[in-house]
């Protein structure tokens, strides 16, 4: 009877004691109907799993190899004078790639602009002096064989520049597929060792997760400085392709 009285005259112990008896019907209800709780379902999920990392490689000699070949023309009087120099070589290089038999498609112009030289004067104001041109042409070469003297040919033809060149892998899906075979293998394997180690069963593969593996790697090519010595000698080297996977297992 006091503790009623105390209630009534304290709304603050009121409000406890409310909570107290929402809280106990409320128990009483999830008893009855036999309501699961969701995270109960999600510490069943994660306990009857196991999950697994494995990692497929594939060495690969790259097939395909890029070049490009810069053009820069200095001290022109006009914008018409620079452009001109950049098309008379731009084309003899084309023309002596297509000898070669380097096909149009894989040959790509990636710049081109032109650009005013100034003099500056004491006076602080600045007269143009000239124009400065330059031109890029990105080139794909499916014949390694051909790399050499495509290099050689352009060089001739009057690029003065060779930068940003390397082999790759045409197409590197089918090495991928390759490599994440390997890698589920290789997940497989550690989960028969795991599951030996921990004393458990597994059962059927529930879900498998492919991490996305960085950009291939570019094995650079170094060529020899325009106009200087010989066709040089260039070897792809070897590209990995590598595959990251996560495989998940039932626990029996």
Do not use: H
Not at 54 to 74: M, N, R
Not at 226 to 236: F, I, N, S, T, Y
């Amino acid at each position: 009877m006091k503790i009623v009285e105390q209630t009534r005259d304290n709304p603050l112990i009121a409000s406890v004691v409310l909570f107290f008896i929402l809280l106990f019907g409320f128990l009483l209800l999830v008893k009855f109907f036999d309501i699961s709780y969701p995270i109960s379902i999600t510490t069943r999920t994660v306990s009857g799993e196991l999950a697994v990392v494995g990692e497929g490689k594939v060495d690969v000699v790259p097939d395909t190899a890029s070049v490009q070949a810069g053009i820069v023309v200095s001290e022109a009087a006009t914008i018409q004078e620079a452009e001109q120099k950049i098309n008379e070589i731009n084309n003899k290089i084309i023309a002596a790639l297509e000898r070669l038999g380097i096909d149009k498609k894989d040959i790509k112009t990636s710049n081109y602009s032109i650009n005013p030289s100034y003099d500056f004067t004491p006076n602080g104001r600045n007269n143009i002096s000239g124009y400065t041109g330059n031109a890029s042409l990105t080139l794909t070469i499916r014949k390694q064989e051909l790399v050499p003297q495509v290099i050689t040919a352009a060089t001739e033809a009057g690029a003065n520049q060779v930068y940003n060149s390397g082999f790759t892998v045409d197409d590197p899906s089918k090495y991928r597929e390759e490599a994440r075979n390997k890698a589920i293998q290789n997940a497989k394997d550690q989960a028969r060792k795991l599951s030996k180690e921990l004393g458990i069963n597994l059962g059927r593969v529930v879900n498998i997760v492919e991490s996305t593996p960085g950009p291939d790697r570019i094995v650079p090519l170094f060529a020899r400085e325009a106009g200087v010595g010989g066709a040089p000698d260039l070897q792809p080297g070897s590209q990995t392709i590598t595959s990251v996977v996560t495989l998940y297992f039932e626990k029996r």
